[in-house]
């Protein structure tokens, strides 16, 4: 089992910057491809980002934002720069052992709001 735990979120201006972090239990975290998603409210979750051997981004976030590992702290992170009000959510991290499957464990979400 593997527990995964947000923080960082909070309420920013457009324009800003913020650093989410996950941090993981167990002791094969490296192991794992990790994920970031968010959800608006009244929307379907999202893929946000990505990062096994490489990194993958959605769209909307590419040049914005960078996934990140540390490996010896169990921990993934989500540089969020210049934020927008429709990147405001509830942002979600994930993790899988197999990285062509589904992700197994999620986090219990943070809010990011973004304000105009």
């Known amino acids: 089992q593997v527990r995964l735990v947000e923080s960082g979120g909070r309420l920013v201006q457009a324009g800003g910057s913020l650093r989410l972090s996950c941090a993981t239990s167990?002791?094969?975290?490296?192991?794992?491809?990790m994920g970031w998603f968010r959800q608006a409210p009244e929307k379907d979750r999202e893929f946000v980002a990505a990062i096994s051997r490489s990194t993958d981004y959605a769209d909307s976030v590419k040049g914005r934002f960078t996934i990140s590992r540390d490996n010896a702290k169990n921990t993934v992170y989500l540089q969020m720069n210049s934020l927008k009000p429709e990147d405001t959510a509830v942002y979600y991290c994930a993790a899988k052992l197999d990285p062509f499957g589904a992700y197994d464990y999620w986090g219990q979400g943070t809010q990011v709001t973004v304000s105009s």
């Open positions: 167990g002791r094969t975290f490296s192991s794992y491809a």
